[in-house]
């Protein structure tokens, strides 16, 4: 069966500090893979998507970067943090052409506070 | 530009009754739509999937059905528990590089 695990699941930085949060698939073969932060009382916003190892698209112009260097594994990353990267941050993953059938399935998150 | 609508934003309802949340979207040219619900702190767990090409999804005391002519879902939840209360988003896909395009849920009380 395919699961997808994130870590950490709590994240306490000072600001100006780097930033990795990590997710891996398991039981899949060359999924989609999207990151997704929300804030507060806000909804989710779509940060990166990936449709392969190397492949990155960015959604919104922001202080952040993402990386795929394995087929299953999704880095999300900051070289140095600011007060407004604090959010909750999600992983997702879909296959294109059965997503019909899956859906998207989601990471249990990120609680990053950057203080 | 696809919008996903959900009203209310949040719902109180006493235990045991039946209850009905609403999601709409501009574009009815949809791949599919997907009700999630997602606890405090948590991630998103995925409910139901309905395929443009279906009516409704069931799933035990869950039942979500697809209008796509009007741009309409519901999420029926029956004999409300406790338990249920989460907050509930649905997200639509649009088959345009997979991504999907969520609402912004609505925060379900369910009172003891």
């Known amino acids: 069966s395919q699961t997808i695990h994130q870590w950490p699941a709590t994240l306490v930085q000072p600001v100006g500090s780097p930033l990795s949060l990590e997710c891996t698939v398991e039981?899949?073969?060359?999924?989609?893979l999207y990151w997704y932060r929300q804030a507060a009382g806000r909804g989710l916003q779509l940060l990166f998507y990936s449709v392969g190892i190397g492949q990155i698209s960015s959604e919104v112009p922001q202080n952040l970067s993402a990386s795929r260097p394995q087929d299953r594994q999704f880095i999300l990353s900051s070289k140095k943090l600011l007060l407004s990267d604090s959010g909750f941050y999600l992983c997702?993953?879909?296959?294109?052409?059965?997503?019909?059938?899956?859906?998207?399935?989601f990471g249990s998150g990120t609680r990053l506070t950057v203080v | 530009k696809q919008e996903v609508t959900q009203i209310p934003a949040a719902l109180s309802v006493p235990e045991g009754e039946n209850l009905v949340l609403n999601c709409s979207f501009t574009d009815s040219a949809i791949y599919n739509l997907q009700w999630f619900r997602q606890d405090p702190g948590k991630g998103l767990t995925s409910l139901l999937l309905?395929?443009?090409?279906?009516r409704e999804q069931t799933s035990g005391r869950l039942n979500a059905s697809l209008d796509k002519s009007s741009g309409r879902s519901t999420l029926y939840i029956a004999a409300s528990q406790p338990g249920d209360s989460a907050t509930y988003l649905c997200a639509v896909n649009m088959n345009r590089d997979d991504k999907i395009i969520f609402g912004k849920g609505t925060r379900l009380h369910i009172l003891p």
């Open positions: 039981g899949t073969s060359n999924p989609n």
């Open positions: 997702a993953w879909s296959v294109t052409g059965f997503s019909a059938n899956y859906g998207y399935t």
């Open positions: 309905i395929q443009s090409s279906q």
